[in-house]
């Protein structure tokens, strides 16, 4: 179970601060000092470490609160948290958070594959999809229902009925459903069919679609803005964490430079960087990151040698049919053969996918 913190809304001056209790801090002395943050009128969010417990303290500053805490029996320090992120910051939970749901598996050790088209386009397509990539070990099906497309002249998705392909898809095969979410208005819809709700690059800064993914209680896949920095991304991830859901999984789909030889720019640094500032899953998106089938294997096998916690790949049973993406998508012999690449980059680093 992943542990969050309670909201926060309309704070004058934010005090965040951990309160490190010592080694061998009683269970007695760590619920004091979690009544005493609480009497200060501070949220507290307790988590207990392997060496030693940490209580997150965040509210609104007064002067005497910090060294009201610091006197606390069994306390050994009170250090402020640094990063703007609060809730998703390694400085209040050390330990990896995994993501688990049905059929997937993300963090922690786990390497979760999501694969499946951009777009449900046909029951003979999802389903074709869907039993090639479960038996080549994918961990869950992708597939776009609600489509954010550049020009409105394009495909939009196929709505509810795309999503009720996707929940036969799931009955067949036992596969998770990653599907994205674009408005606040669909997402009870949407997550009445998905088991993972996606949040596209487009949308990473709808603030209130975040905090509606944040209420729905399903696991969400947040994928970074084309032009978001990374503490960006990350202020975005504590939308959705303080609503309460702990579930968050952070996408590098690349992001937009001057280079024009791919569909964007694959910043695969950002997966160990975020894994230093940040205990939520990183998932990388070679598909969109790159635009280019013939450069997707060898970006998936990048990604997890960066230490990726899962991937998310485009594939299509035809791509030269596909209605939206194909000149990115794999055909089921080459989401194999990725496959097969990805799992010896994964041995070479003692992981297993
Ligand atoms: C997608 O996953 O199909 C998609 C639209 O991705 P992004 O939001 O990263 O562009
Ligand atoms: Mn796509």
Redesign the pocket.
């Known amino acids: 179970m992943n542990a969050i913190l309670p909201k926060y809304s309309g704070l004058r001056e934010l005090f965040s601060m951990i309160v490190v209790m010592e080694r061998g801090a009683t269970p007695d002395q760590i619920q004091h000092m979690v009544q005493r943050v609480e009497s200060l009128g501070l949220k507290s969010h307790v988590i207990h470490g392997t060496e030693r417990t940490v209580i997150a303290a965040i509210g609104e500053k007064r002067s005497e609160t910090k060294e009201a805490l610091a006197s606390g029996p069994g306390v050994e320090d009170v250090v402020p948290i640094l990063a703007p992120y609060k809730v998703a910051s390694r400085e209040v939970k050390k330990e990896p958070t995994q993501v688990v749901v049905g059929s997937l598996k993300v963090g922690a050790g786990a390497v979760g594959i999501i694969a499946g088209p951009?777009s449900v386009e046909s029951e003979e397509q999802i389903l074709k999809t869907a039993h090639a990539v479960k038996n080549a070990g994918a961990t869950a099906l992708?597939g776009?229902a609600f489509?954010?497309r550049t020009s409105p002249y394009s495909f939009q998705g196929m709505k509810e009925d795309g999503l009720k392909l996707l929940a036969l898809a799931r009955e067949q095969t036992g596969l998770a459903i990653v599907t994205?979410v674009m408005s606040t208005e669909d997402v009870e819809l949407v997550a009445r069919y998905a088991d993972v709700l996606?949040v596209?690059?487009?949308n990473m800064q709808n603030y209130r679609l975040l905090e509606a993914v944040g209420q729905a209680r399903k696991p969400v896949l947040l994928?970074r803005g084309p032009s978001a920095t990374m503490d960006e991304l990350l202020l975005a991830a504590e939308y959705i964490l303080n609503e309460g859901n702990p579930d968050v999984m952070l996408c590098e789909?690349g992001i937009r430079t001057f280079e024009a030889h791919t569909r964007f720019t694959l910043p695969l640094a950002s997966v160990p960087y975020l894994h230093h500032k940040t205990h939520l899953p990183i998932v990388v998106?070679p598909s969109?990151g790159t635009g280019h089938t013939y450069l997707v294997p060898d970006m998936a096998a990048a990604s997890i040698a960066a230490g990726a916690d899962g991937l998310?790949l485009e594939v299509h049973p035809d791509p030269e049919q596909a209605m939206s993406?194909g000149y990115q998508s794999l055909n089921l012999p080459q989401f194999v053969e990725t496959m097969a690449k990805c799992r010896a980059v994964a041995a070479a680093l003692g992981r297993t996918i």
């Open positions: 951009c992708r776009g489509k954010p994205e996606q596209g690059a487009r994928k789909r998106d969109h998310i993406d």
